[in-house]
Nanobody, 116 residues
Framework: QVQLAESGGGLVQPGGSLTLSCVAS????????ITWYRQAPGNQRELVAS????????HYADSVKDRFIVSRDLDKNTVYLQMNSLKPEDTAMYYC?????????WGNGTLVTVSS
């Protein structure tokens, strides 16, 4: 059974850092693309970053470029989102997602709150 589980969210002050984890189970990360999304209250879900498991190729939204880093550890079957220089507008629920055989699999999300 394909599952994704996010963790690592929490409360952080502006300018601080957090690293989120997305652990995959039921499949091995190989050629998969894992995508991080976020959704703030009252807003639509937006793409944050993605990584191709096989090559490590990454993509970032303009709003997080140069602040966030997405990486993967194939041995741990885990994708990470390192978030630096956090801003209040980064406050959101963060989700990871993959697409396998035409089905989108989402984790339950982890909440990131950036506030002083």
């Amino acid at each position: 059974q394909v599952q994704l589980a996010e963790s690592g969210g929490g409360l952080v002050q502006p300018g601080g850092s957090l690293t989120l984890s997305c652990v995959a189970s039921g499949f091995r990360l190989s050629a998969d693309v894992i995508t991080w999304y976020r959704q703030a209250p009252g807003n639509q879900r937006e793409l944050v970053a993605s990584i191709t498991s096989a090559t490590g190729t990454t993509h970032y939204a303009d709003s997080v470029k140069d602040r966030f880093i997405v990486s993967r550890d194939l041995d741990k079957n885990t994708v990470y989102l390192q978030m630096n220089s956090l801003k209040p507008e980064d406050t959101a629920m963060y989700y990871c997602k993959t697409l396998k055989r035409g089905i989108h699999y989402w984790g339950n999300g982890t909440l990131v709150t950036v506030s002083s």
